[in-house]
């Protein structure tokens, strides 16, 4: 148990950075991100095109979250756990306001 304001049990955090980490790995590299922004108006070559640099930018948040990640389940650190939960959804946020600004 992390201690703090609140006892926290691991297997909490330990969730939410999976289903973050499944949530940002479908959308890059299942398509998600390309059926869900580039499904409108502007020609889908067009629009593969920026979000591959959205991708890009994305990537970077993931790999540190993925390092924060491995760093937190090995030390059990509850900081660690924070910074690893804020990288994934910050890599989630590049990418859903990347692909806003590509549509």
Do not use: D
């Not at 990640?69 to 306001?97: D, P």
């Amino acid at each position: 148990m992390f201690r703090g304001p609140i006892p926290i049990p691991p297997a909490l955090p330990a969730a939410v950075m999976v289903l973050l980490a499944a949530l940002w790995g479908l959308s890059v590299y299942a398509g998600w991100g390309l059926e869900a922004f580039c499904s409108g108006g502007v020609t889908a070559e067009e629009c593969a095109g920026r979000m591959t640099l959205v991708t890009a930018v994305s990537s970077l948040f993931a790999v540190v979250a993925t390092a924060l990640t491995i760093g937190a389940w090995l030390t059990w650190r509850a900081s660690l756990l924070v910074y690893a939960i804020a990288a994934w959804m910050g890599a989630e946020g590049v990418l859903f306001v990347g692909g806003l600004v590509a549509q």
